[in-house]
Antibody, heavy 117, light 105 residues
């Protein structure tokens, strides 16, 4: 079955960097766009970034533009989120999700916690 | 940026009752609206897309309606597993989520 599993979270100091990974299985990874979405403690869901199936187009929320970079490695069926210049307000559980052809958020992972402190 | 507003913030109901959740967009999103269910510690789940289409495997008690700026998610008869937070989300202009409605027992 379709599965996406996030990893790489942890505690990092303000101004630091972290790279999240999302391992995909159960579907043809190279055919699907992928999203990152986060949820800060006690808050709702916030879309972070999207990458098209071929990696040629990437989109970011204003809150992370210029600091975060989304990428993918088709040979490893893995999605990444490189996070630089981290701030306290980036503290959240980060989820990855694959995208339907109409860009909806289809299958989600349970997330990985990033704490900036 | 398109802002989504959801009401009420919390809805307290009993199993078997009907739940009606609202989502309003700051500008028209046509039918580019989805609904998600999220339980603590679990992955969110896509329920409805394109305002009124049920996602694969979603029970018929979930239905969506609306277009433009006003949308509704209806759960016709609440089951115990339906108590959760529900988010609307638009894709008319990039992607934004509403603040959520908690359906509480």
């Amino acid at each position: 079955q379709v599965q996406v599993v996030e990893s790489g979270g942890g505690v990092v100091q303000p101004g630091g960097s972290l790279r999240l990974s999302c391992a995909a299985s159960g579907f043809t990874f190279s055919n699907y766009g992928m999203h990152w979405v986060r949820q800060a403690p006690g808050k709702g869901l916030e879309w972070v970034a999207f990458i098209r199936y071929d990696g040629n187009d990437k989109y970011y929320a204003d809150s992370v533009k210029g600091r975060f970079t989304i990428s993918r490695d088709t040979s490893k069926n893995t999605l990444y989120l490189q996070m630089n210049s981290l701030r306290a307000e980036d503290t959240a559980v980060y989820h990855c999700a694959n995208s339907t052809p109409q860009f909806w958020f289809d299958h989600w992972g349970q997330g990985t916690l990033v704490t900036v402190s | 940026e398109i802002v989504l507003t959801q009401s009420p913030a919390t809805l307290a109901l009993s199993p078997g009752e009907r739940a009606t959740l609202s989502c309003r967009a700051s500008q028209s999103v046509s039918s580019y609206l989805a609904w998600y269910q999220h339980k603590p510690g679990q992955a969110p789940r896509l329920l409805i897309y394109d305002a009124s289409n049920r996602a694969t495997g979603i029970p018929a008690r979930f239905s969506g309606s609306g277009s433009g700026t006003d949308f509704t998610l209806t759960i016709s008869s609440l089951e115990p597993e339906d108590f959760a937070v529900y988010y609307c989300q638009q894709r008319r202009n990039l992607f934004t989520f509403g603040p959520g409605t908690k359906v509480d027992i």
